[in-house]
């Protein structure tokens, strides 16, 4: 499925030409809010790494759907899925903080690395529908 094609601009890579965390975190932003638009869930988005955060959008945004895509941040890294978690060592969630994983997410997408984008995206959008249809 795809939701939106752009070319990566030069700004958001890292020195070996690989798009940087924070752009990644820009592209979700962008997939969630064309999701939500097409499914006509609202038009907020987040991504949300604390419980405060989270707590507050439940209380605050209407028809608010928490999804976590779980995924094992050593897999990750073996995979080397990720290049930033191979070079940083310091101050990385996942690896020596602490994340602050959902407690209780309306939706659970498990990405073991088996699954291919499509298929992963075609369980969501199933898992999405079925909430809404709940």
Do not use: Q
């Amino acid at each position: 499925m795809i939701l939106k094609s752009e070319k990566v601009i030069k700004e958001c890579t890292d020195y070996n030409g690989h798009m940087n965390v924070a752009y990644y975190v820009h592209v979700f932003d962008m997939a969630a809010d064309i999701m939500l638009d097409n499914f006509r869930m609202g038009g907020k988005s987040t991504i949300s790494l604390f419980h405060y955060i989270r707590s507050w959008n439940k209380k605050n945004i209407k028809n608010y759907v928490e999804i976590y895509i779980k995924a094992d941040i050593k897999k990750i890294i073996r995979k080397k899925k990720k290049f930033f978690y191979k070079r940083k060592t310091e101050n990385v969630i996942g690896v020596n903080i602490k994340p602050e994983l959902p407690k209780l997410p309306n939706i659970i997408i498990k990405n073991d690395f088996k699954k291919s984008i499509n298929k992963l995206s075609e369980e969501l959008l199933k898992k999405i529908n079925s909430h809404l249809i709940n």
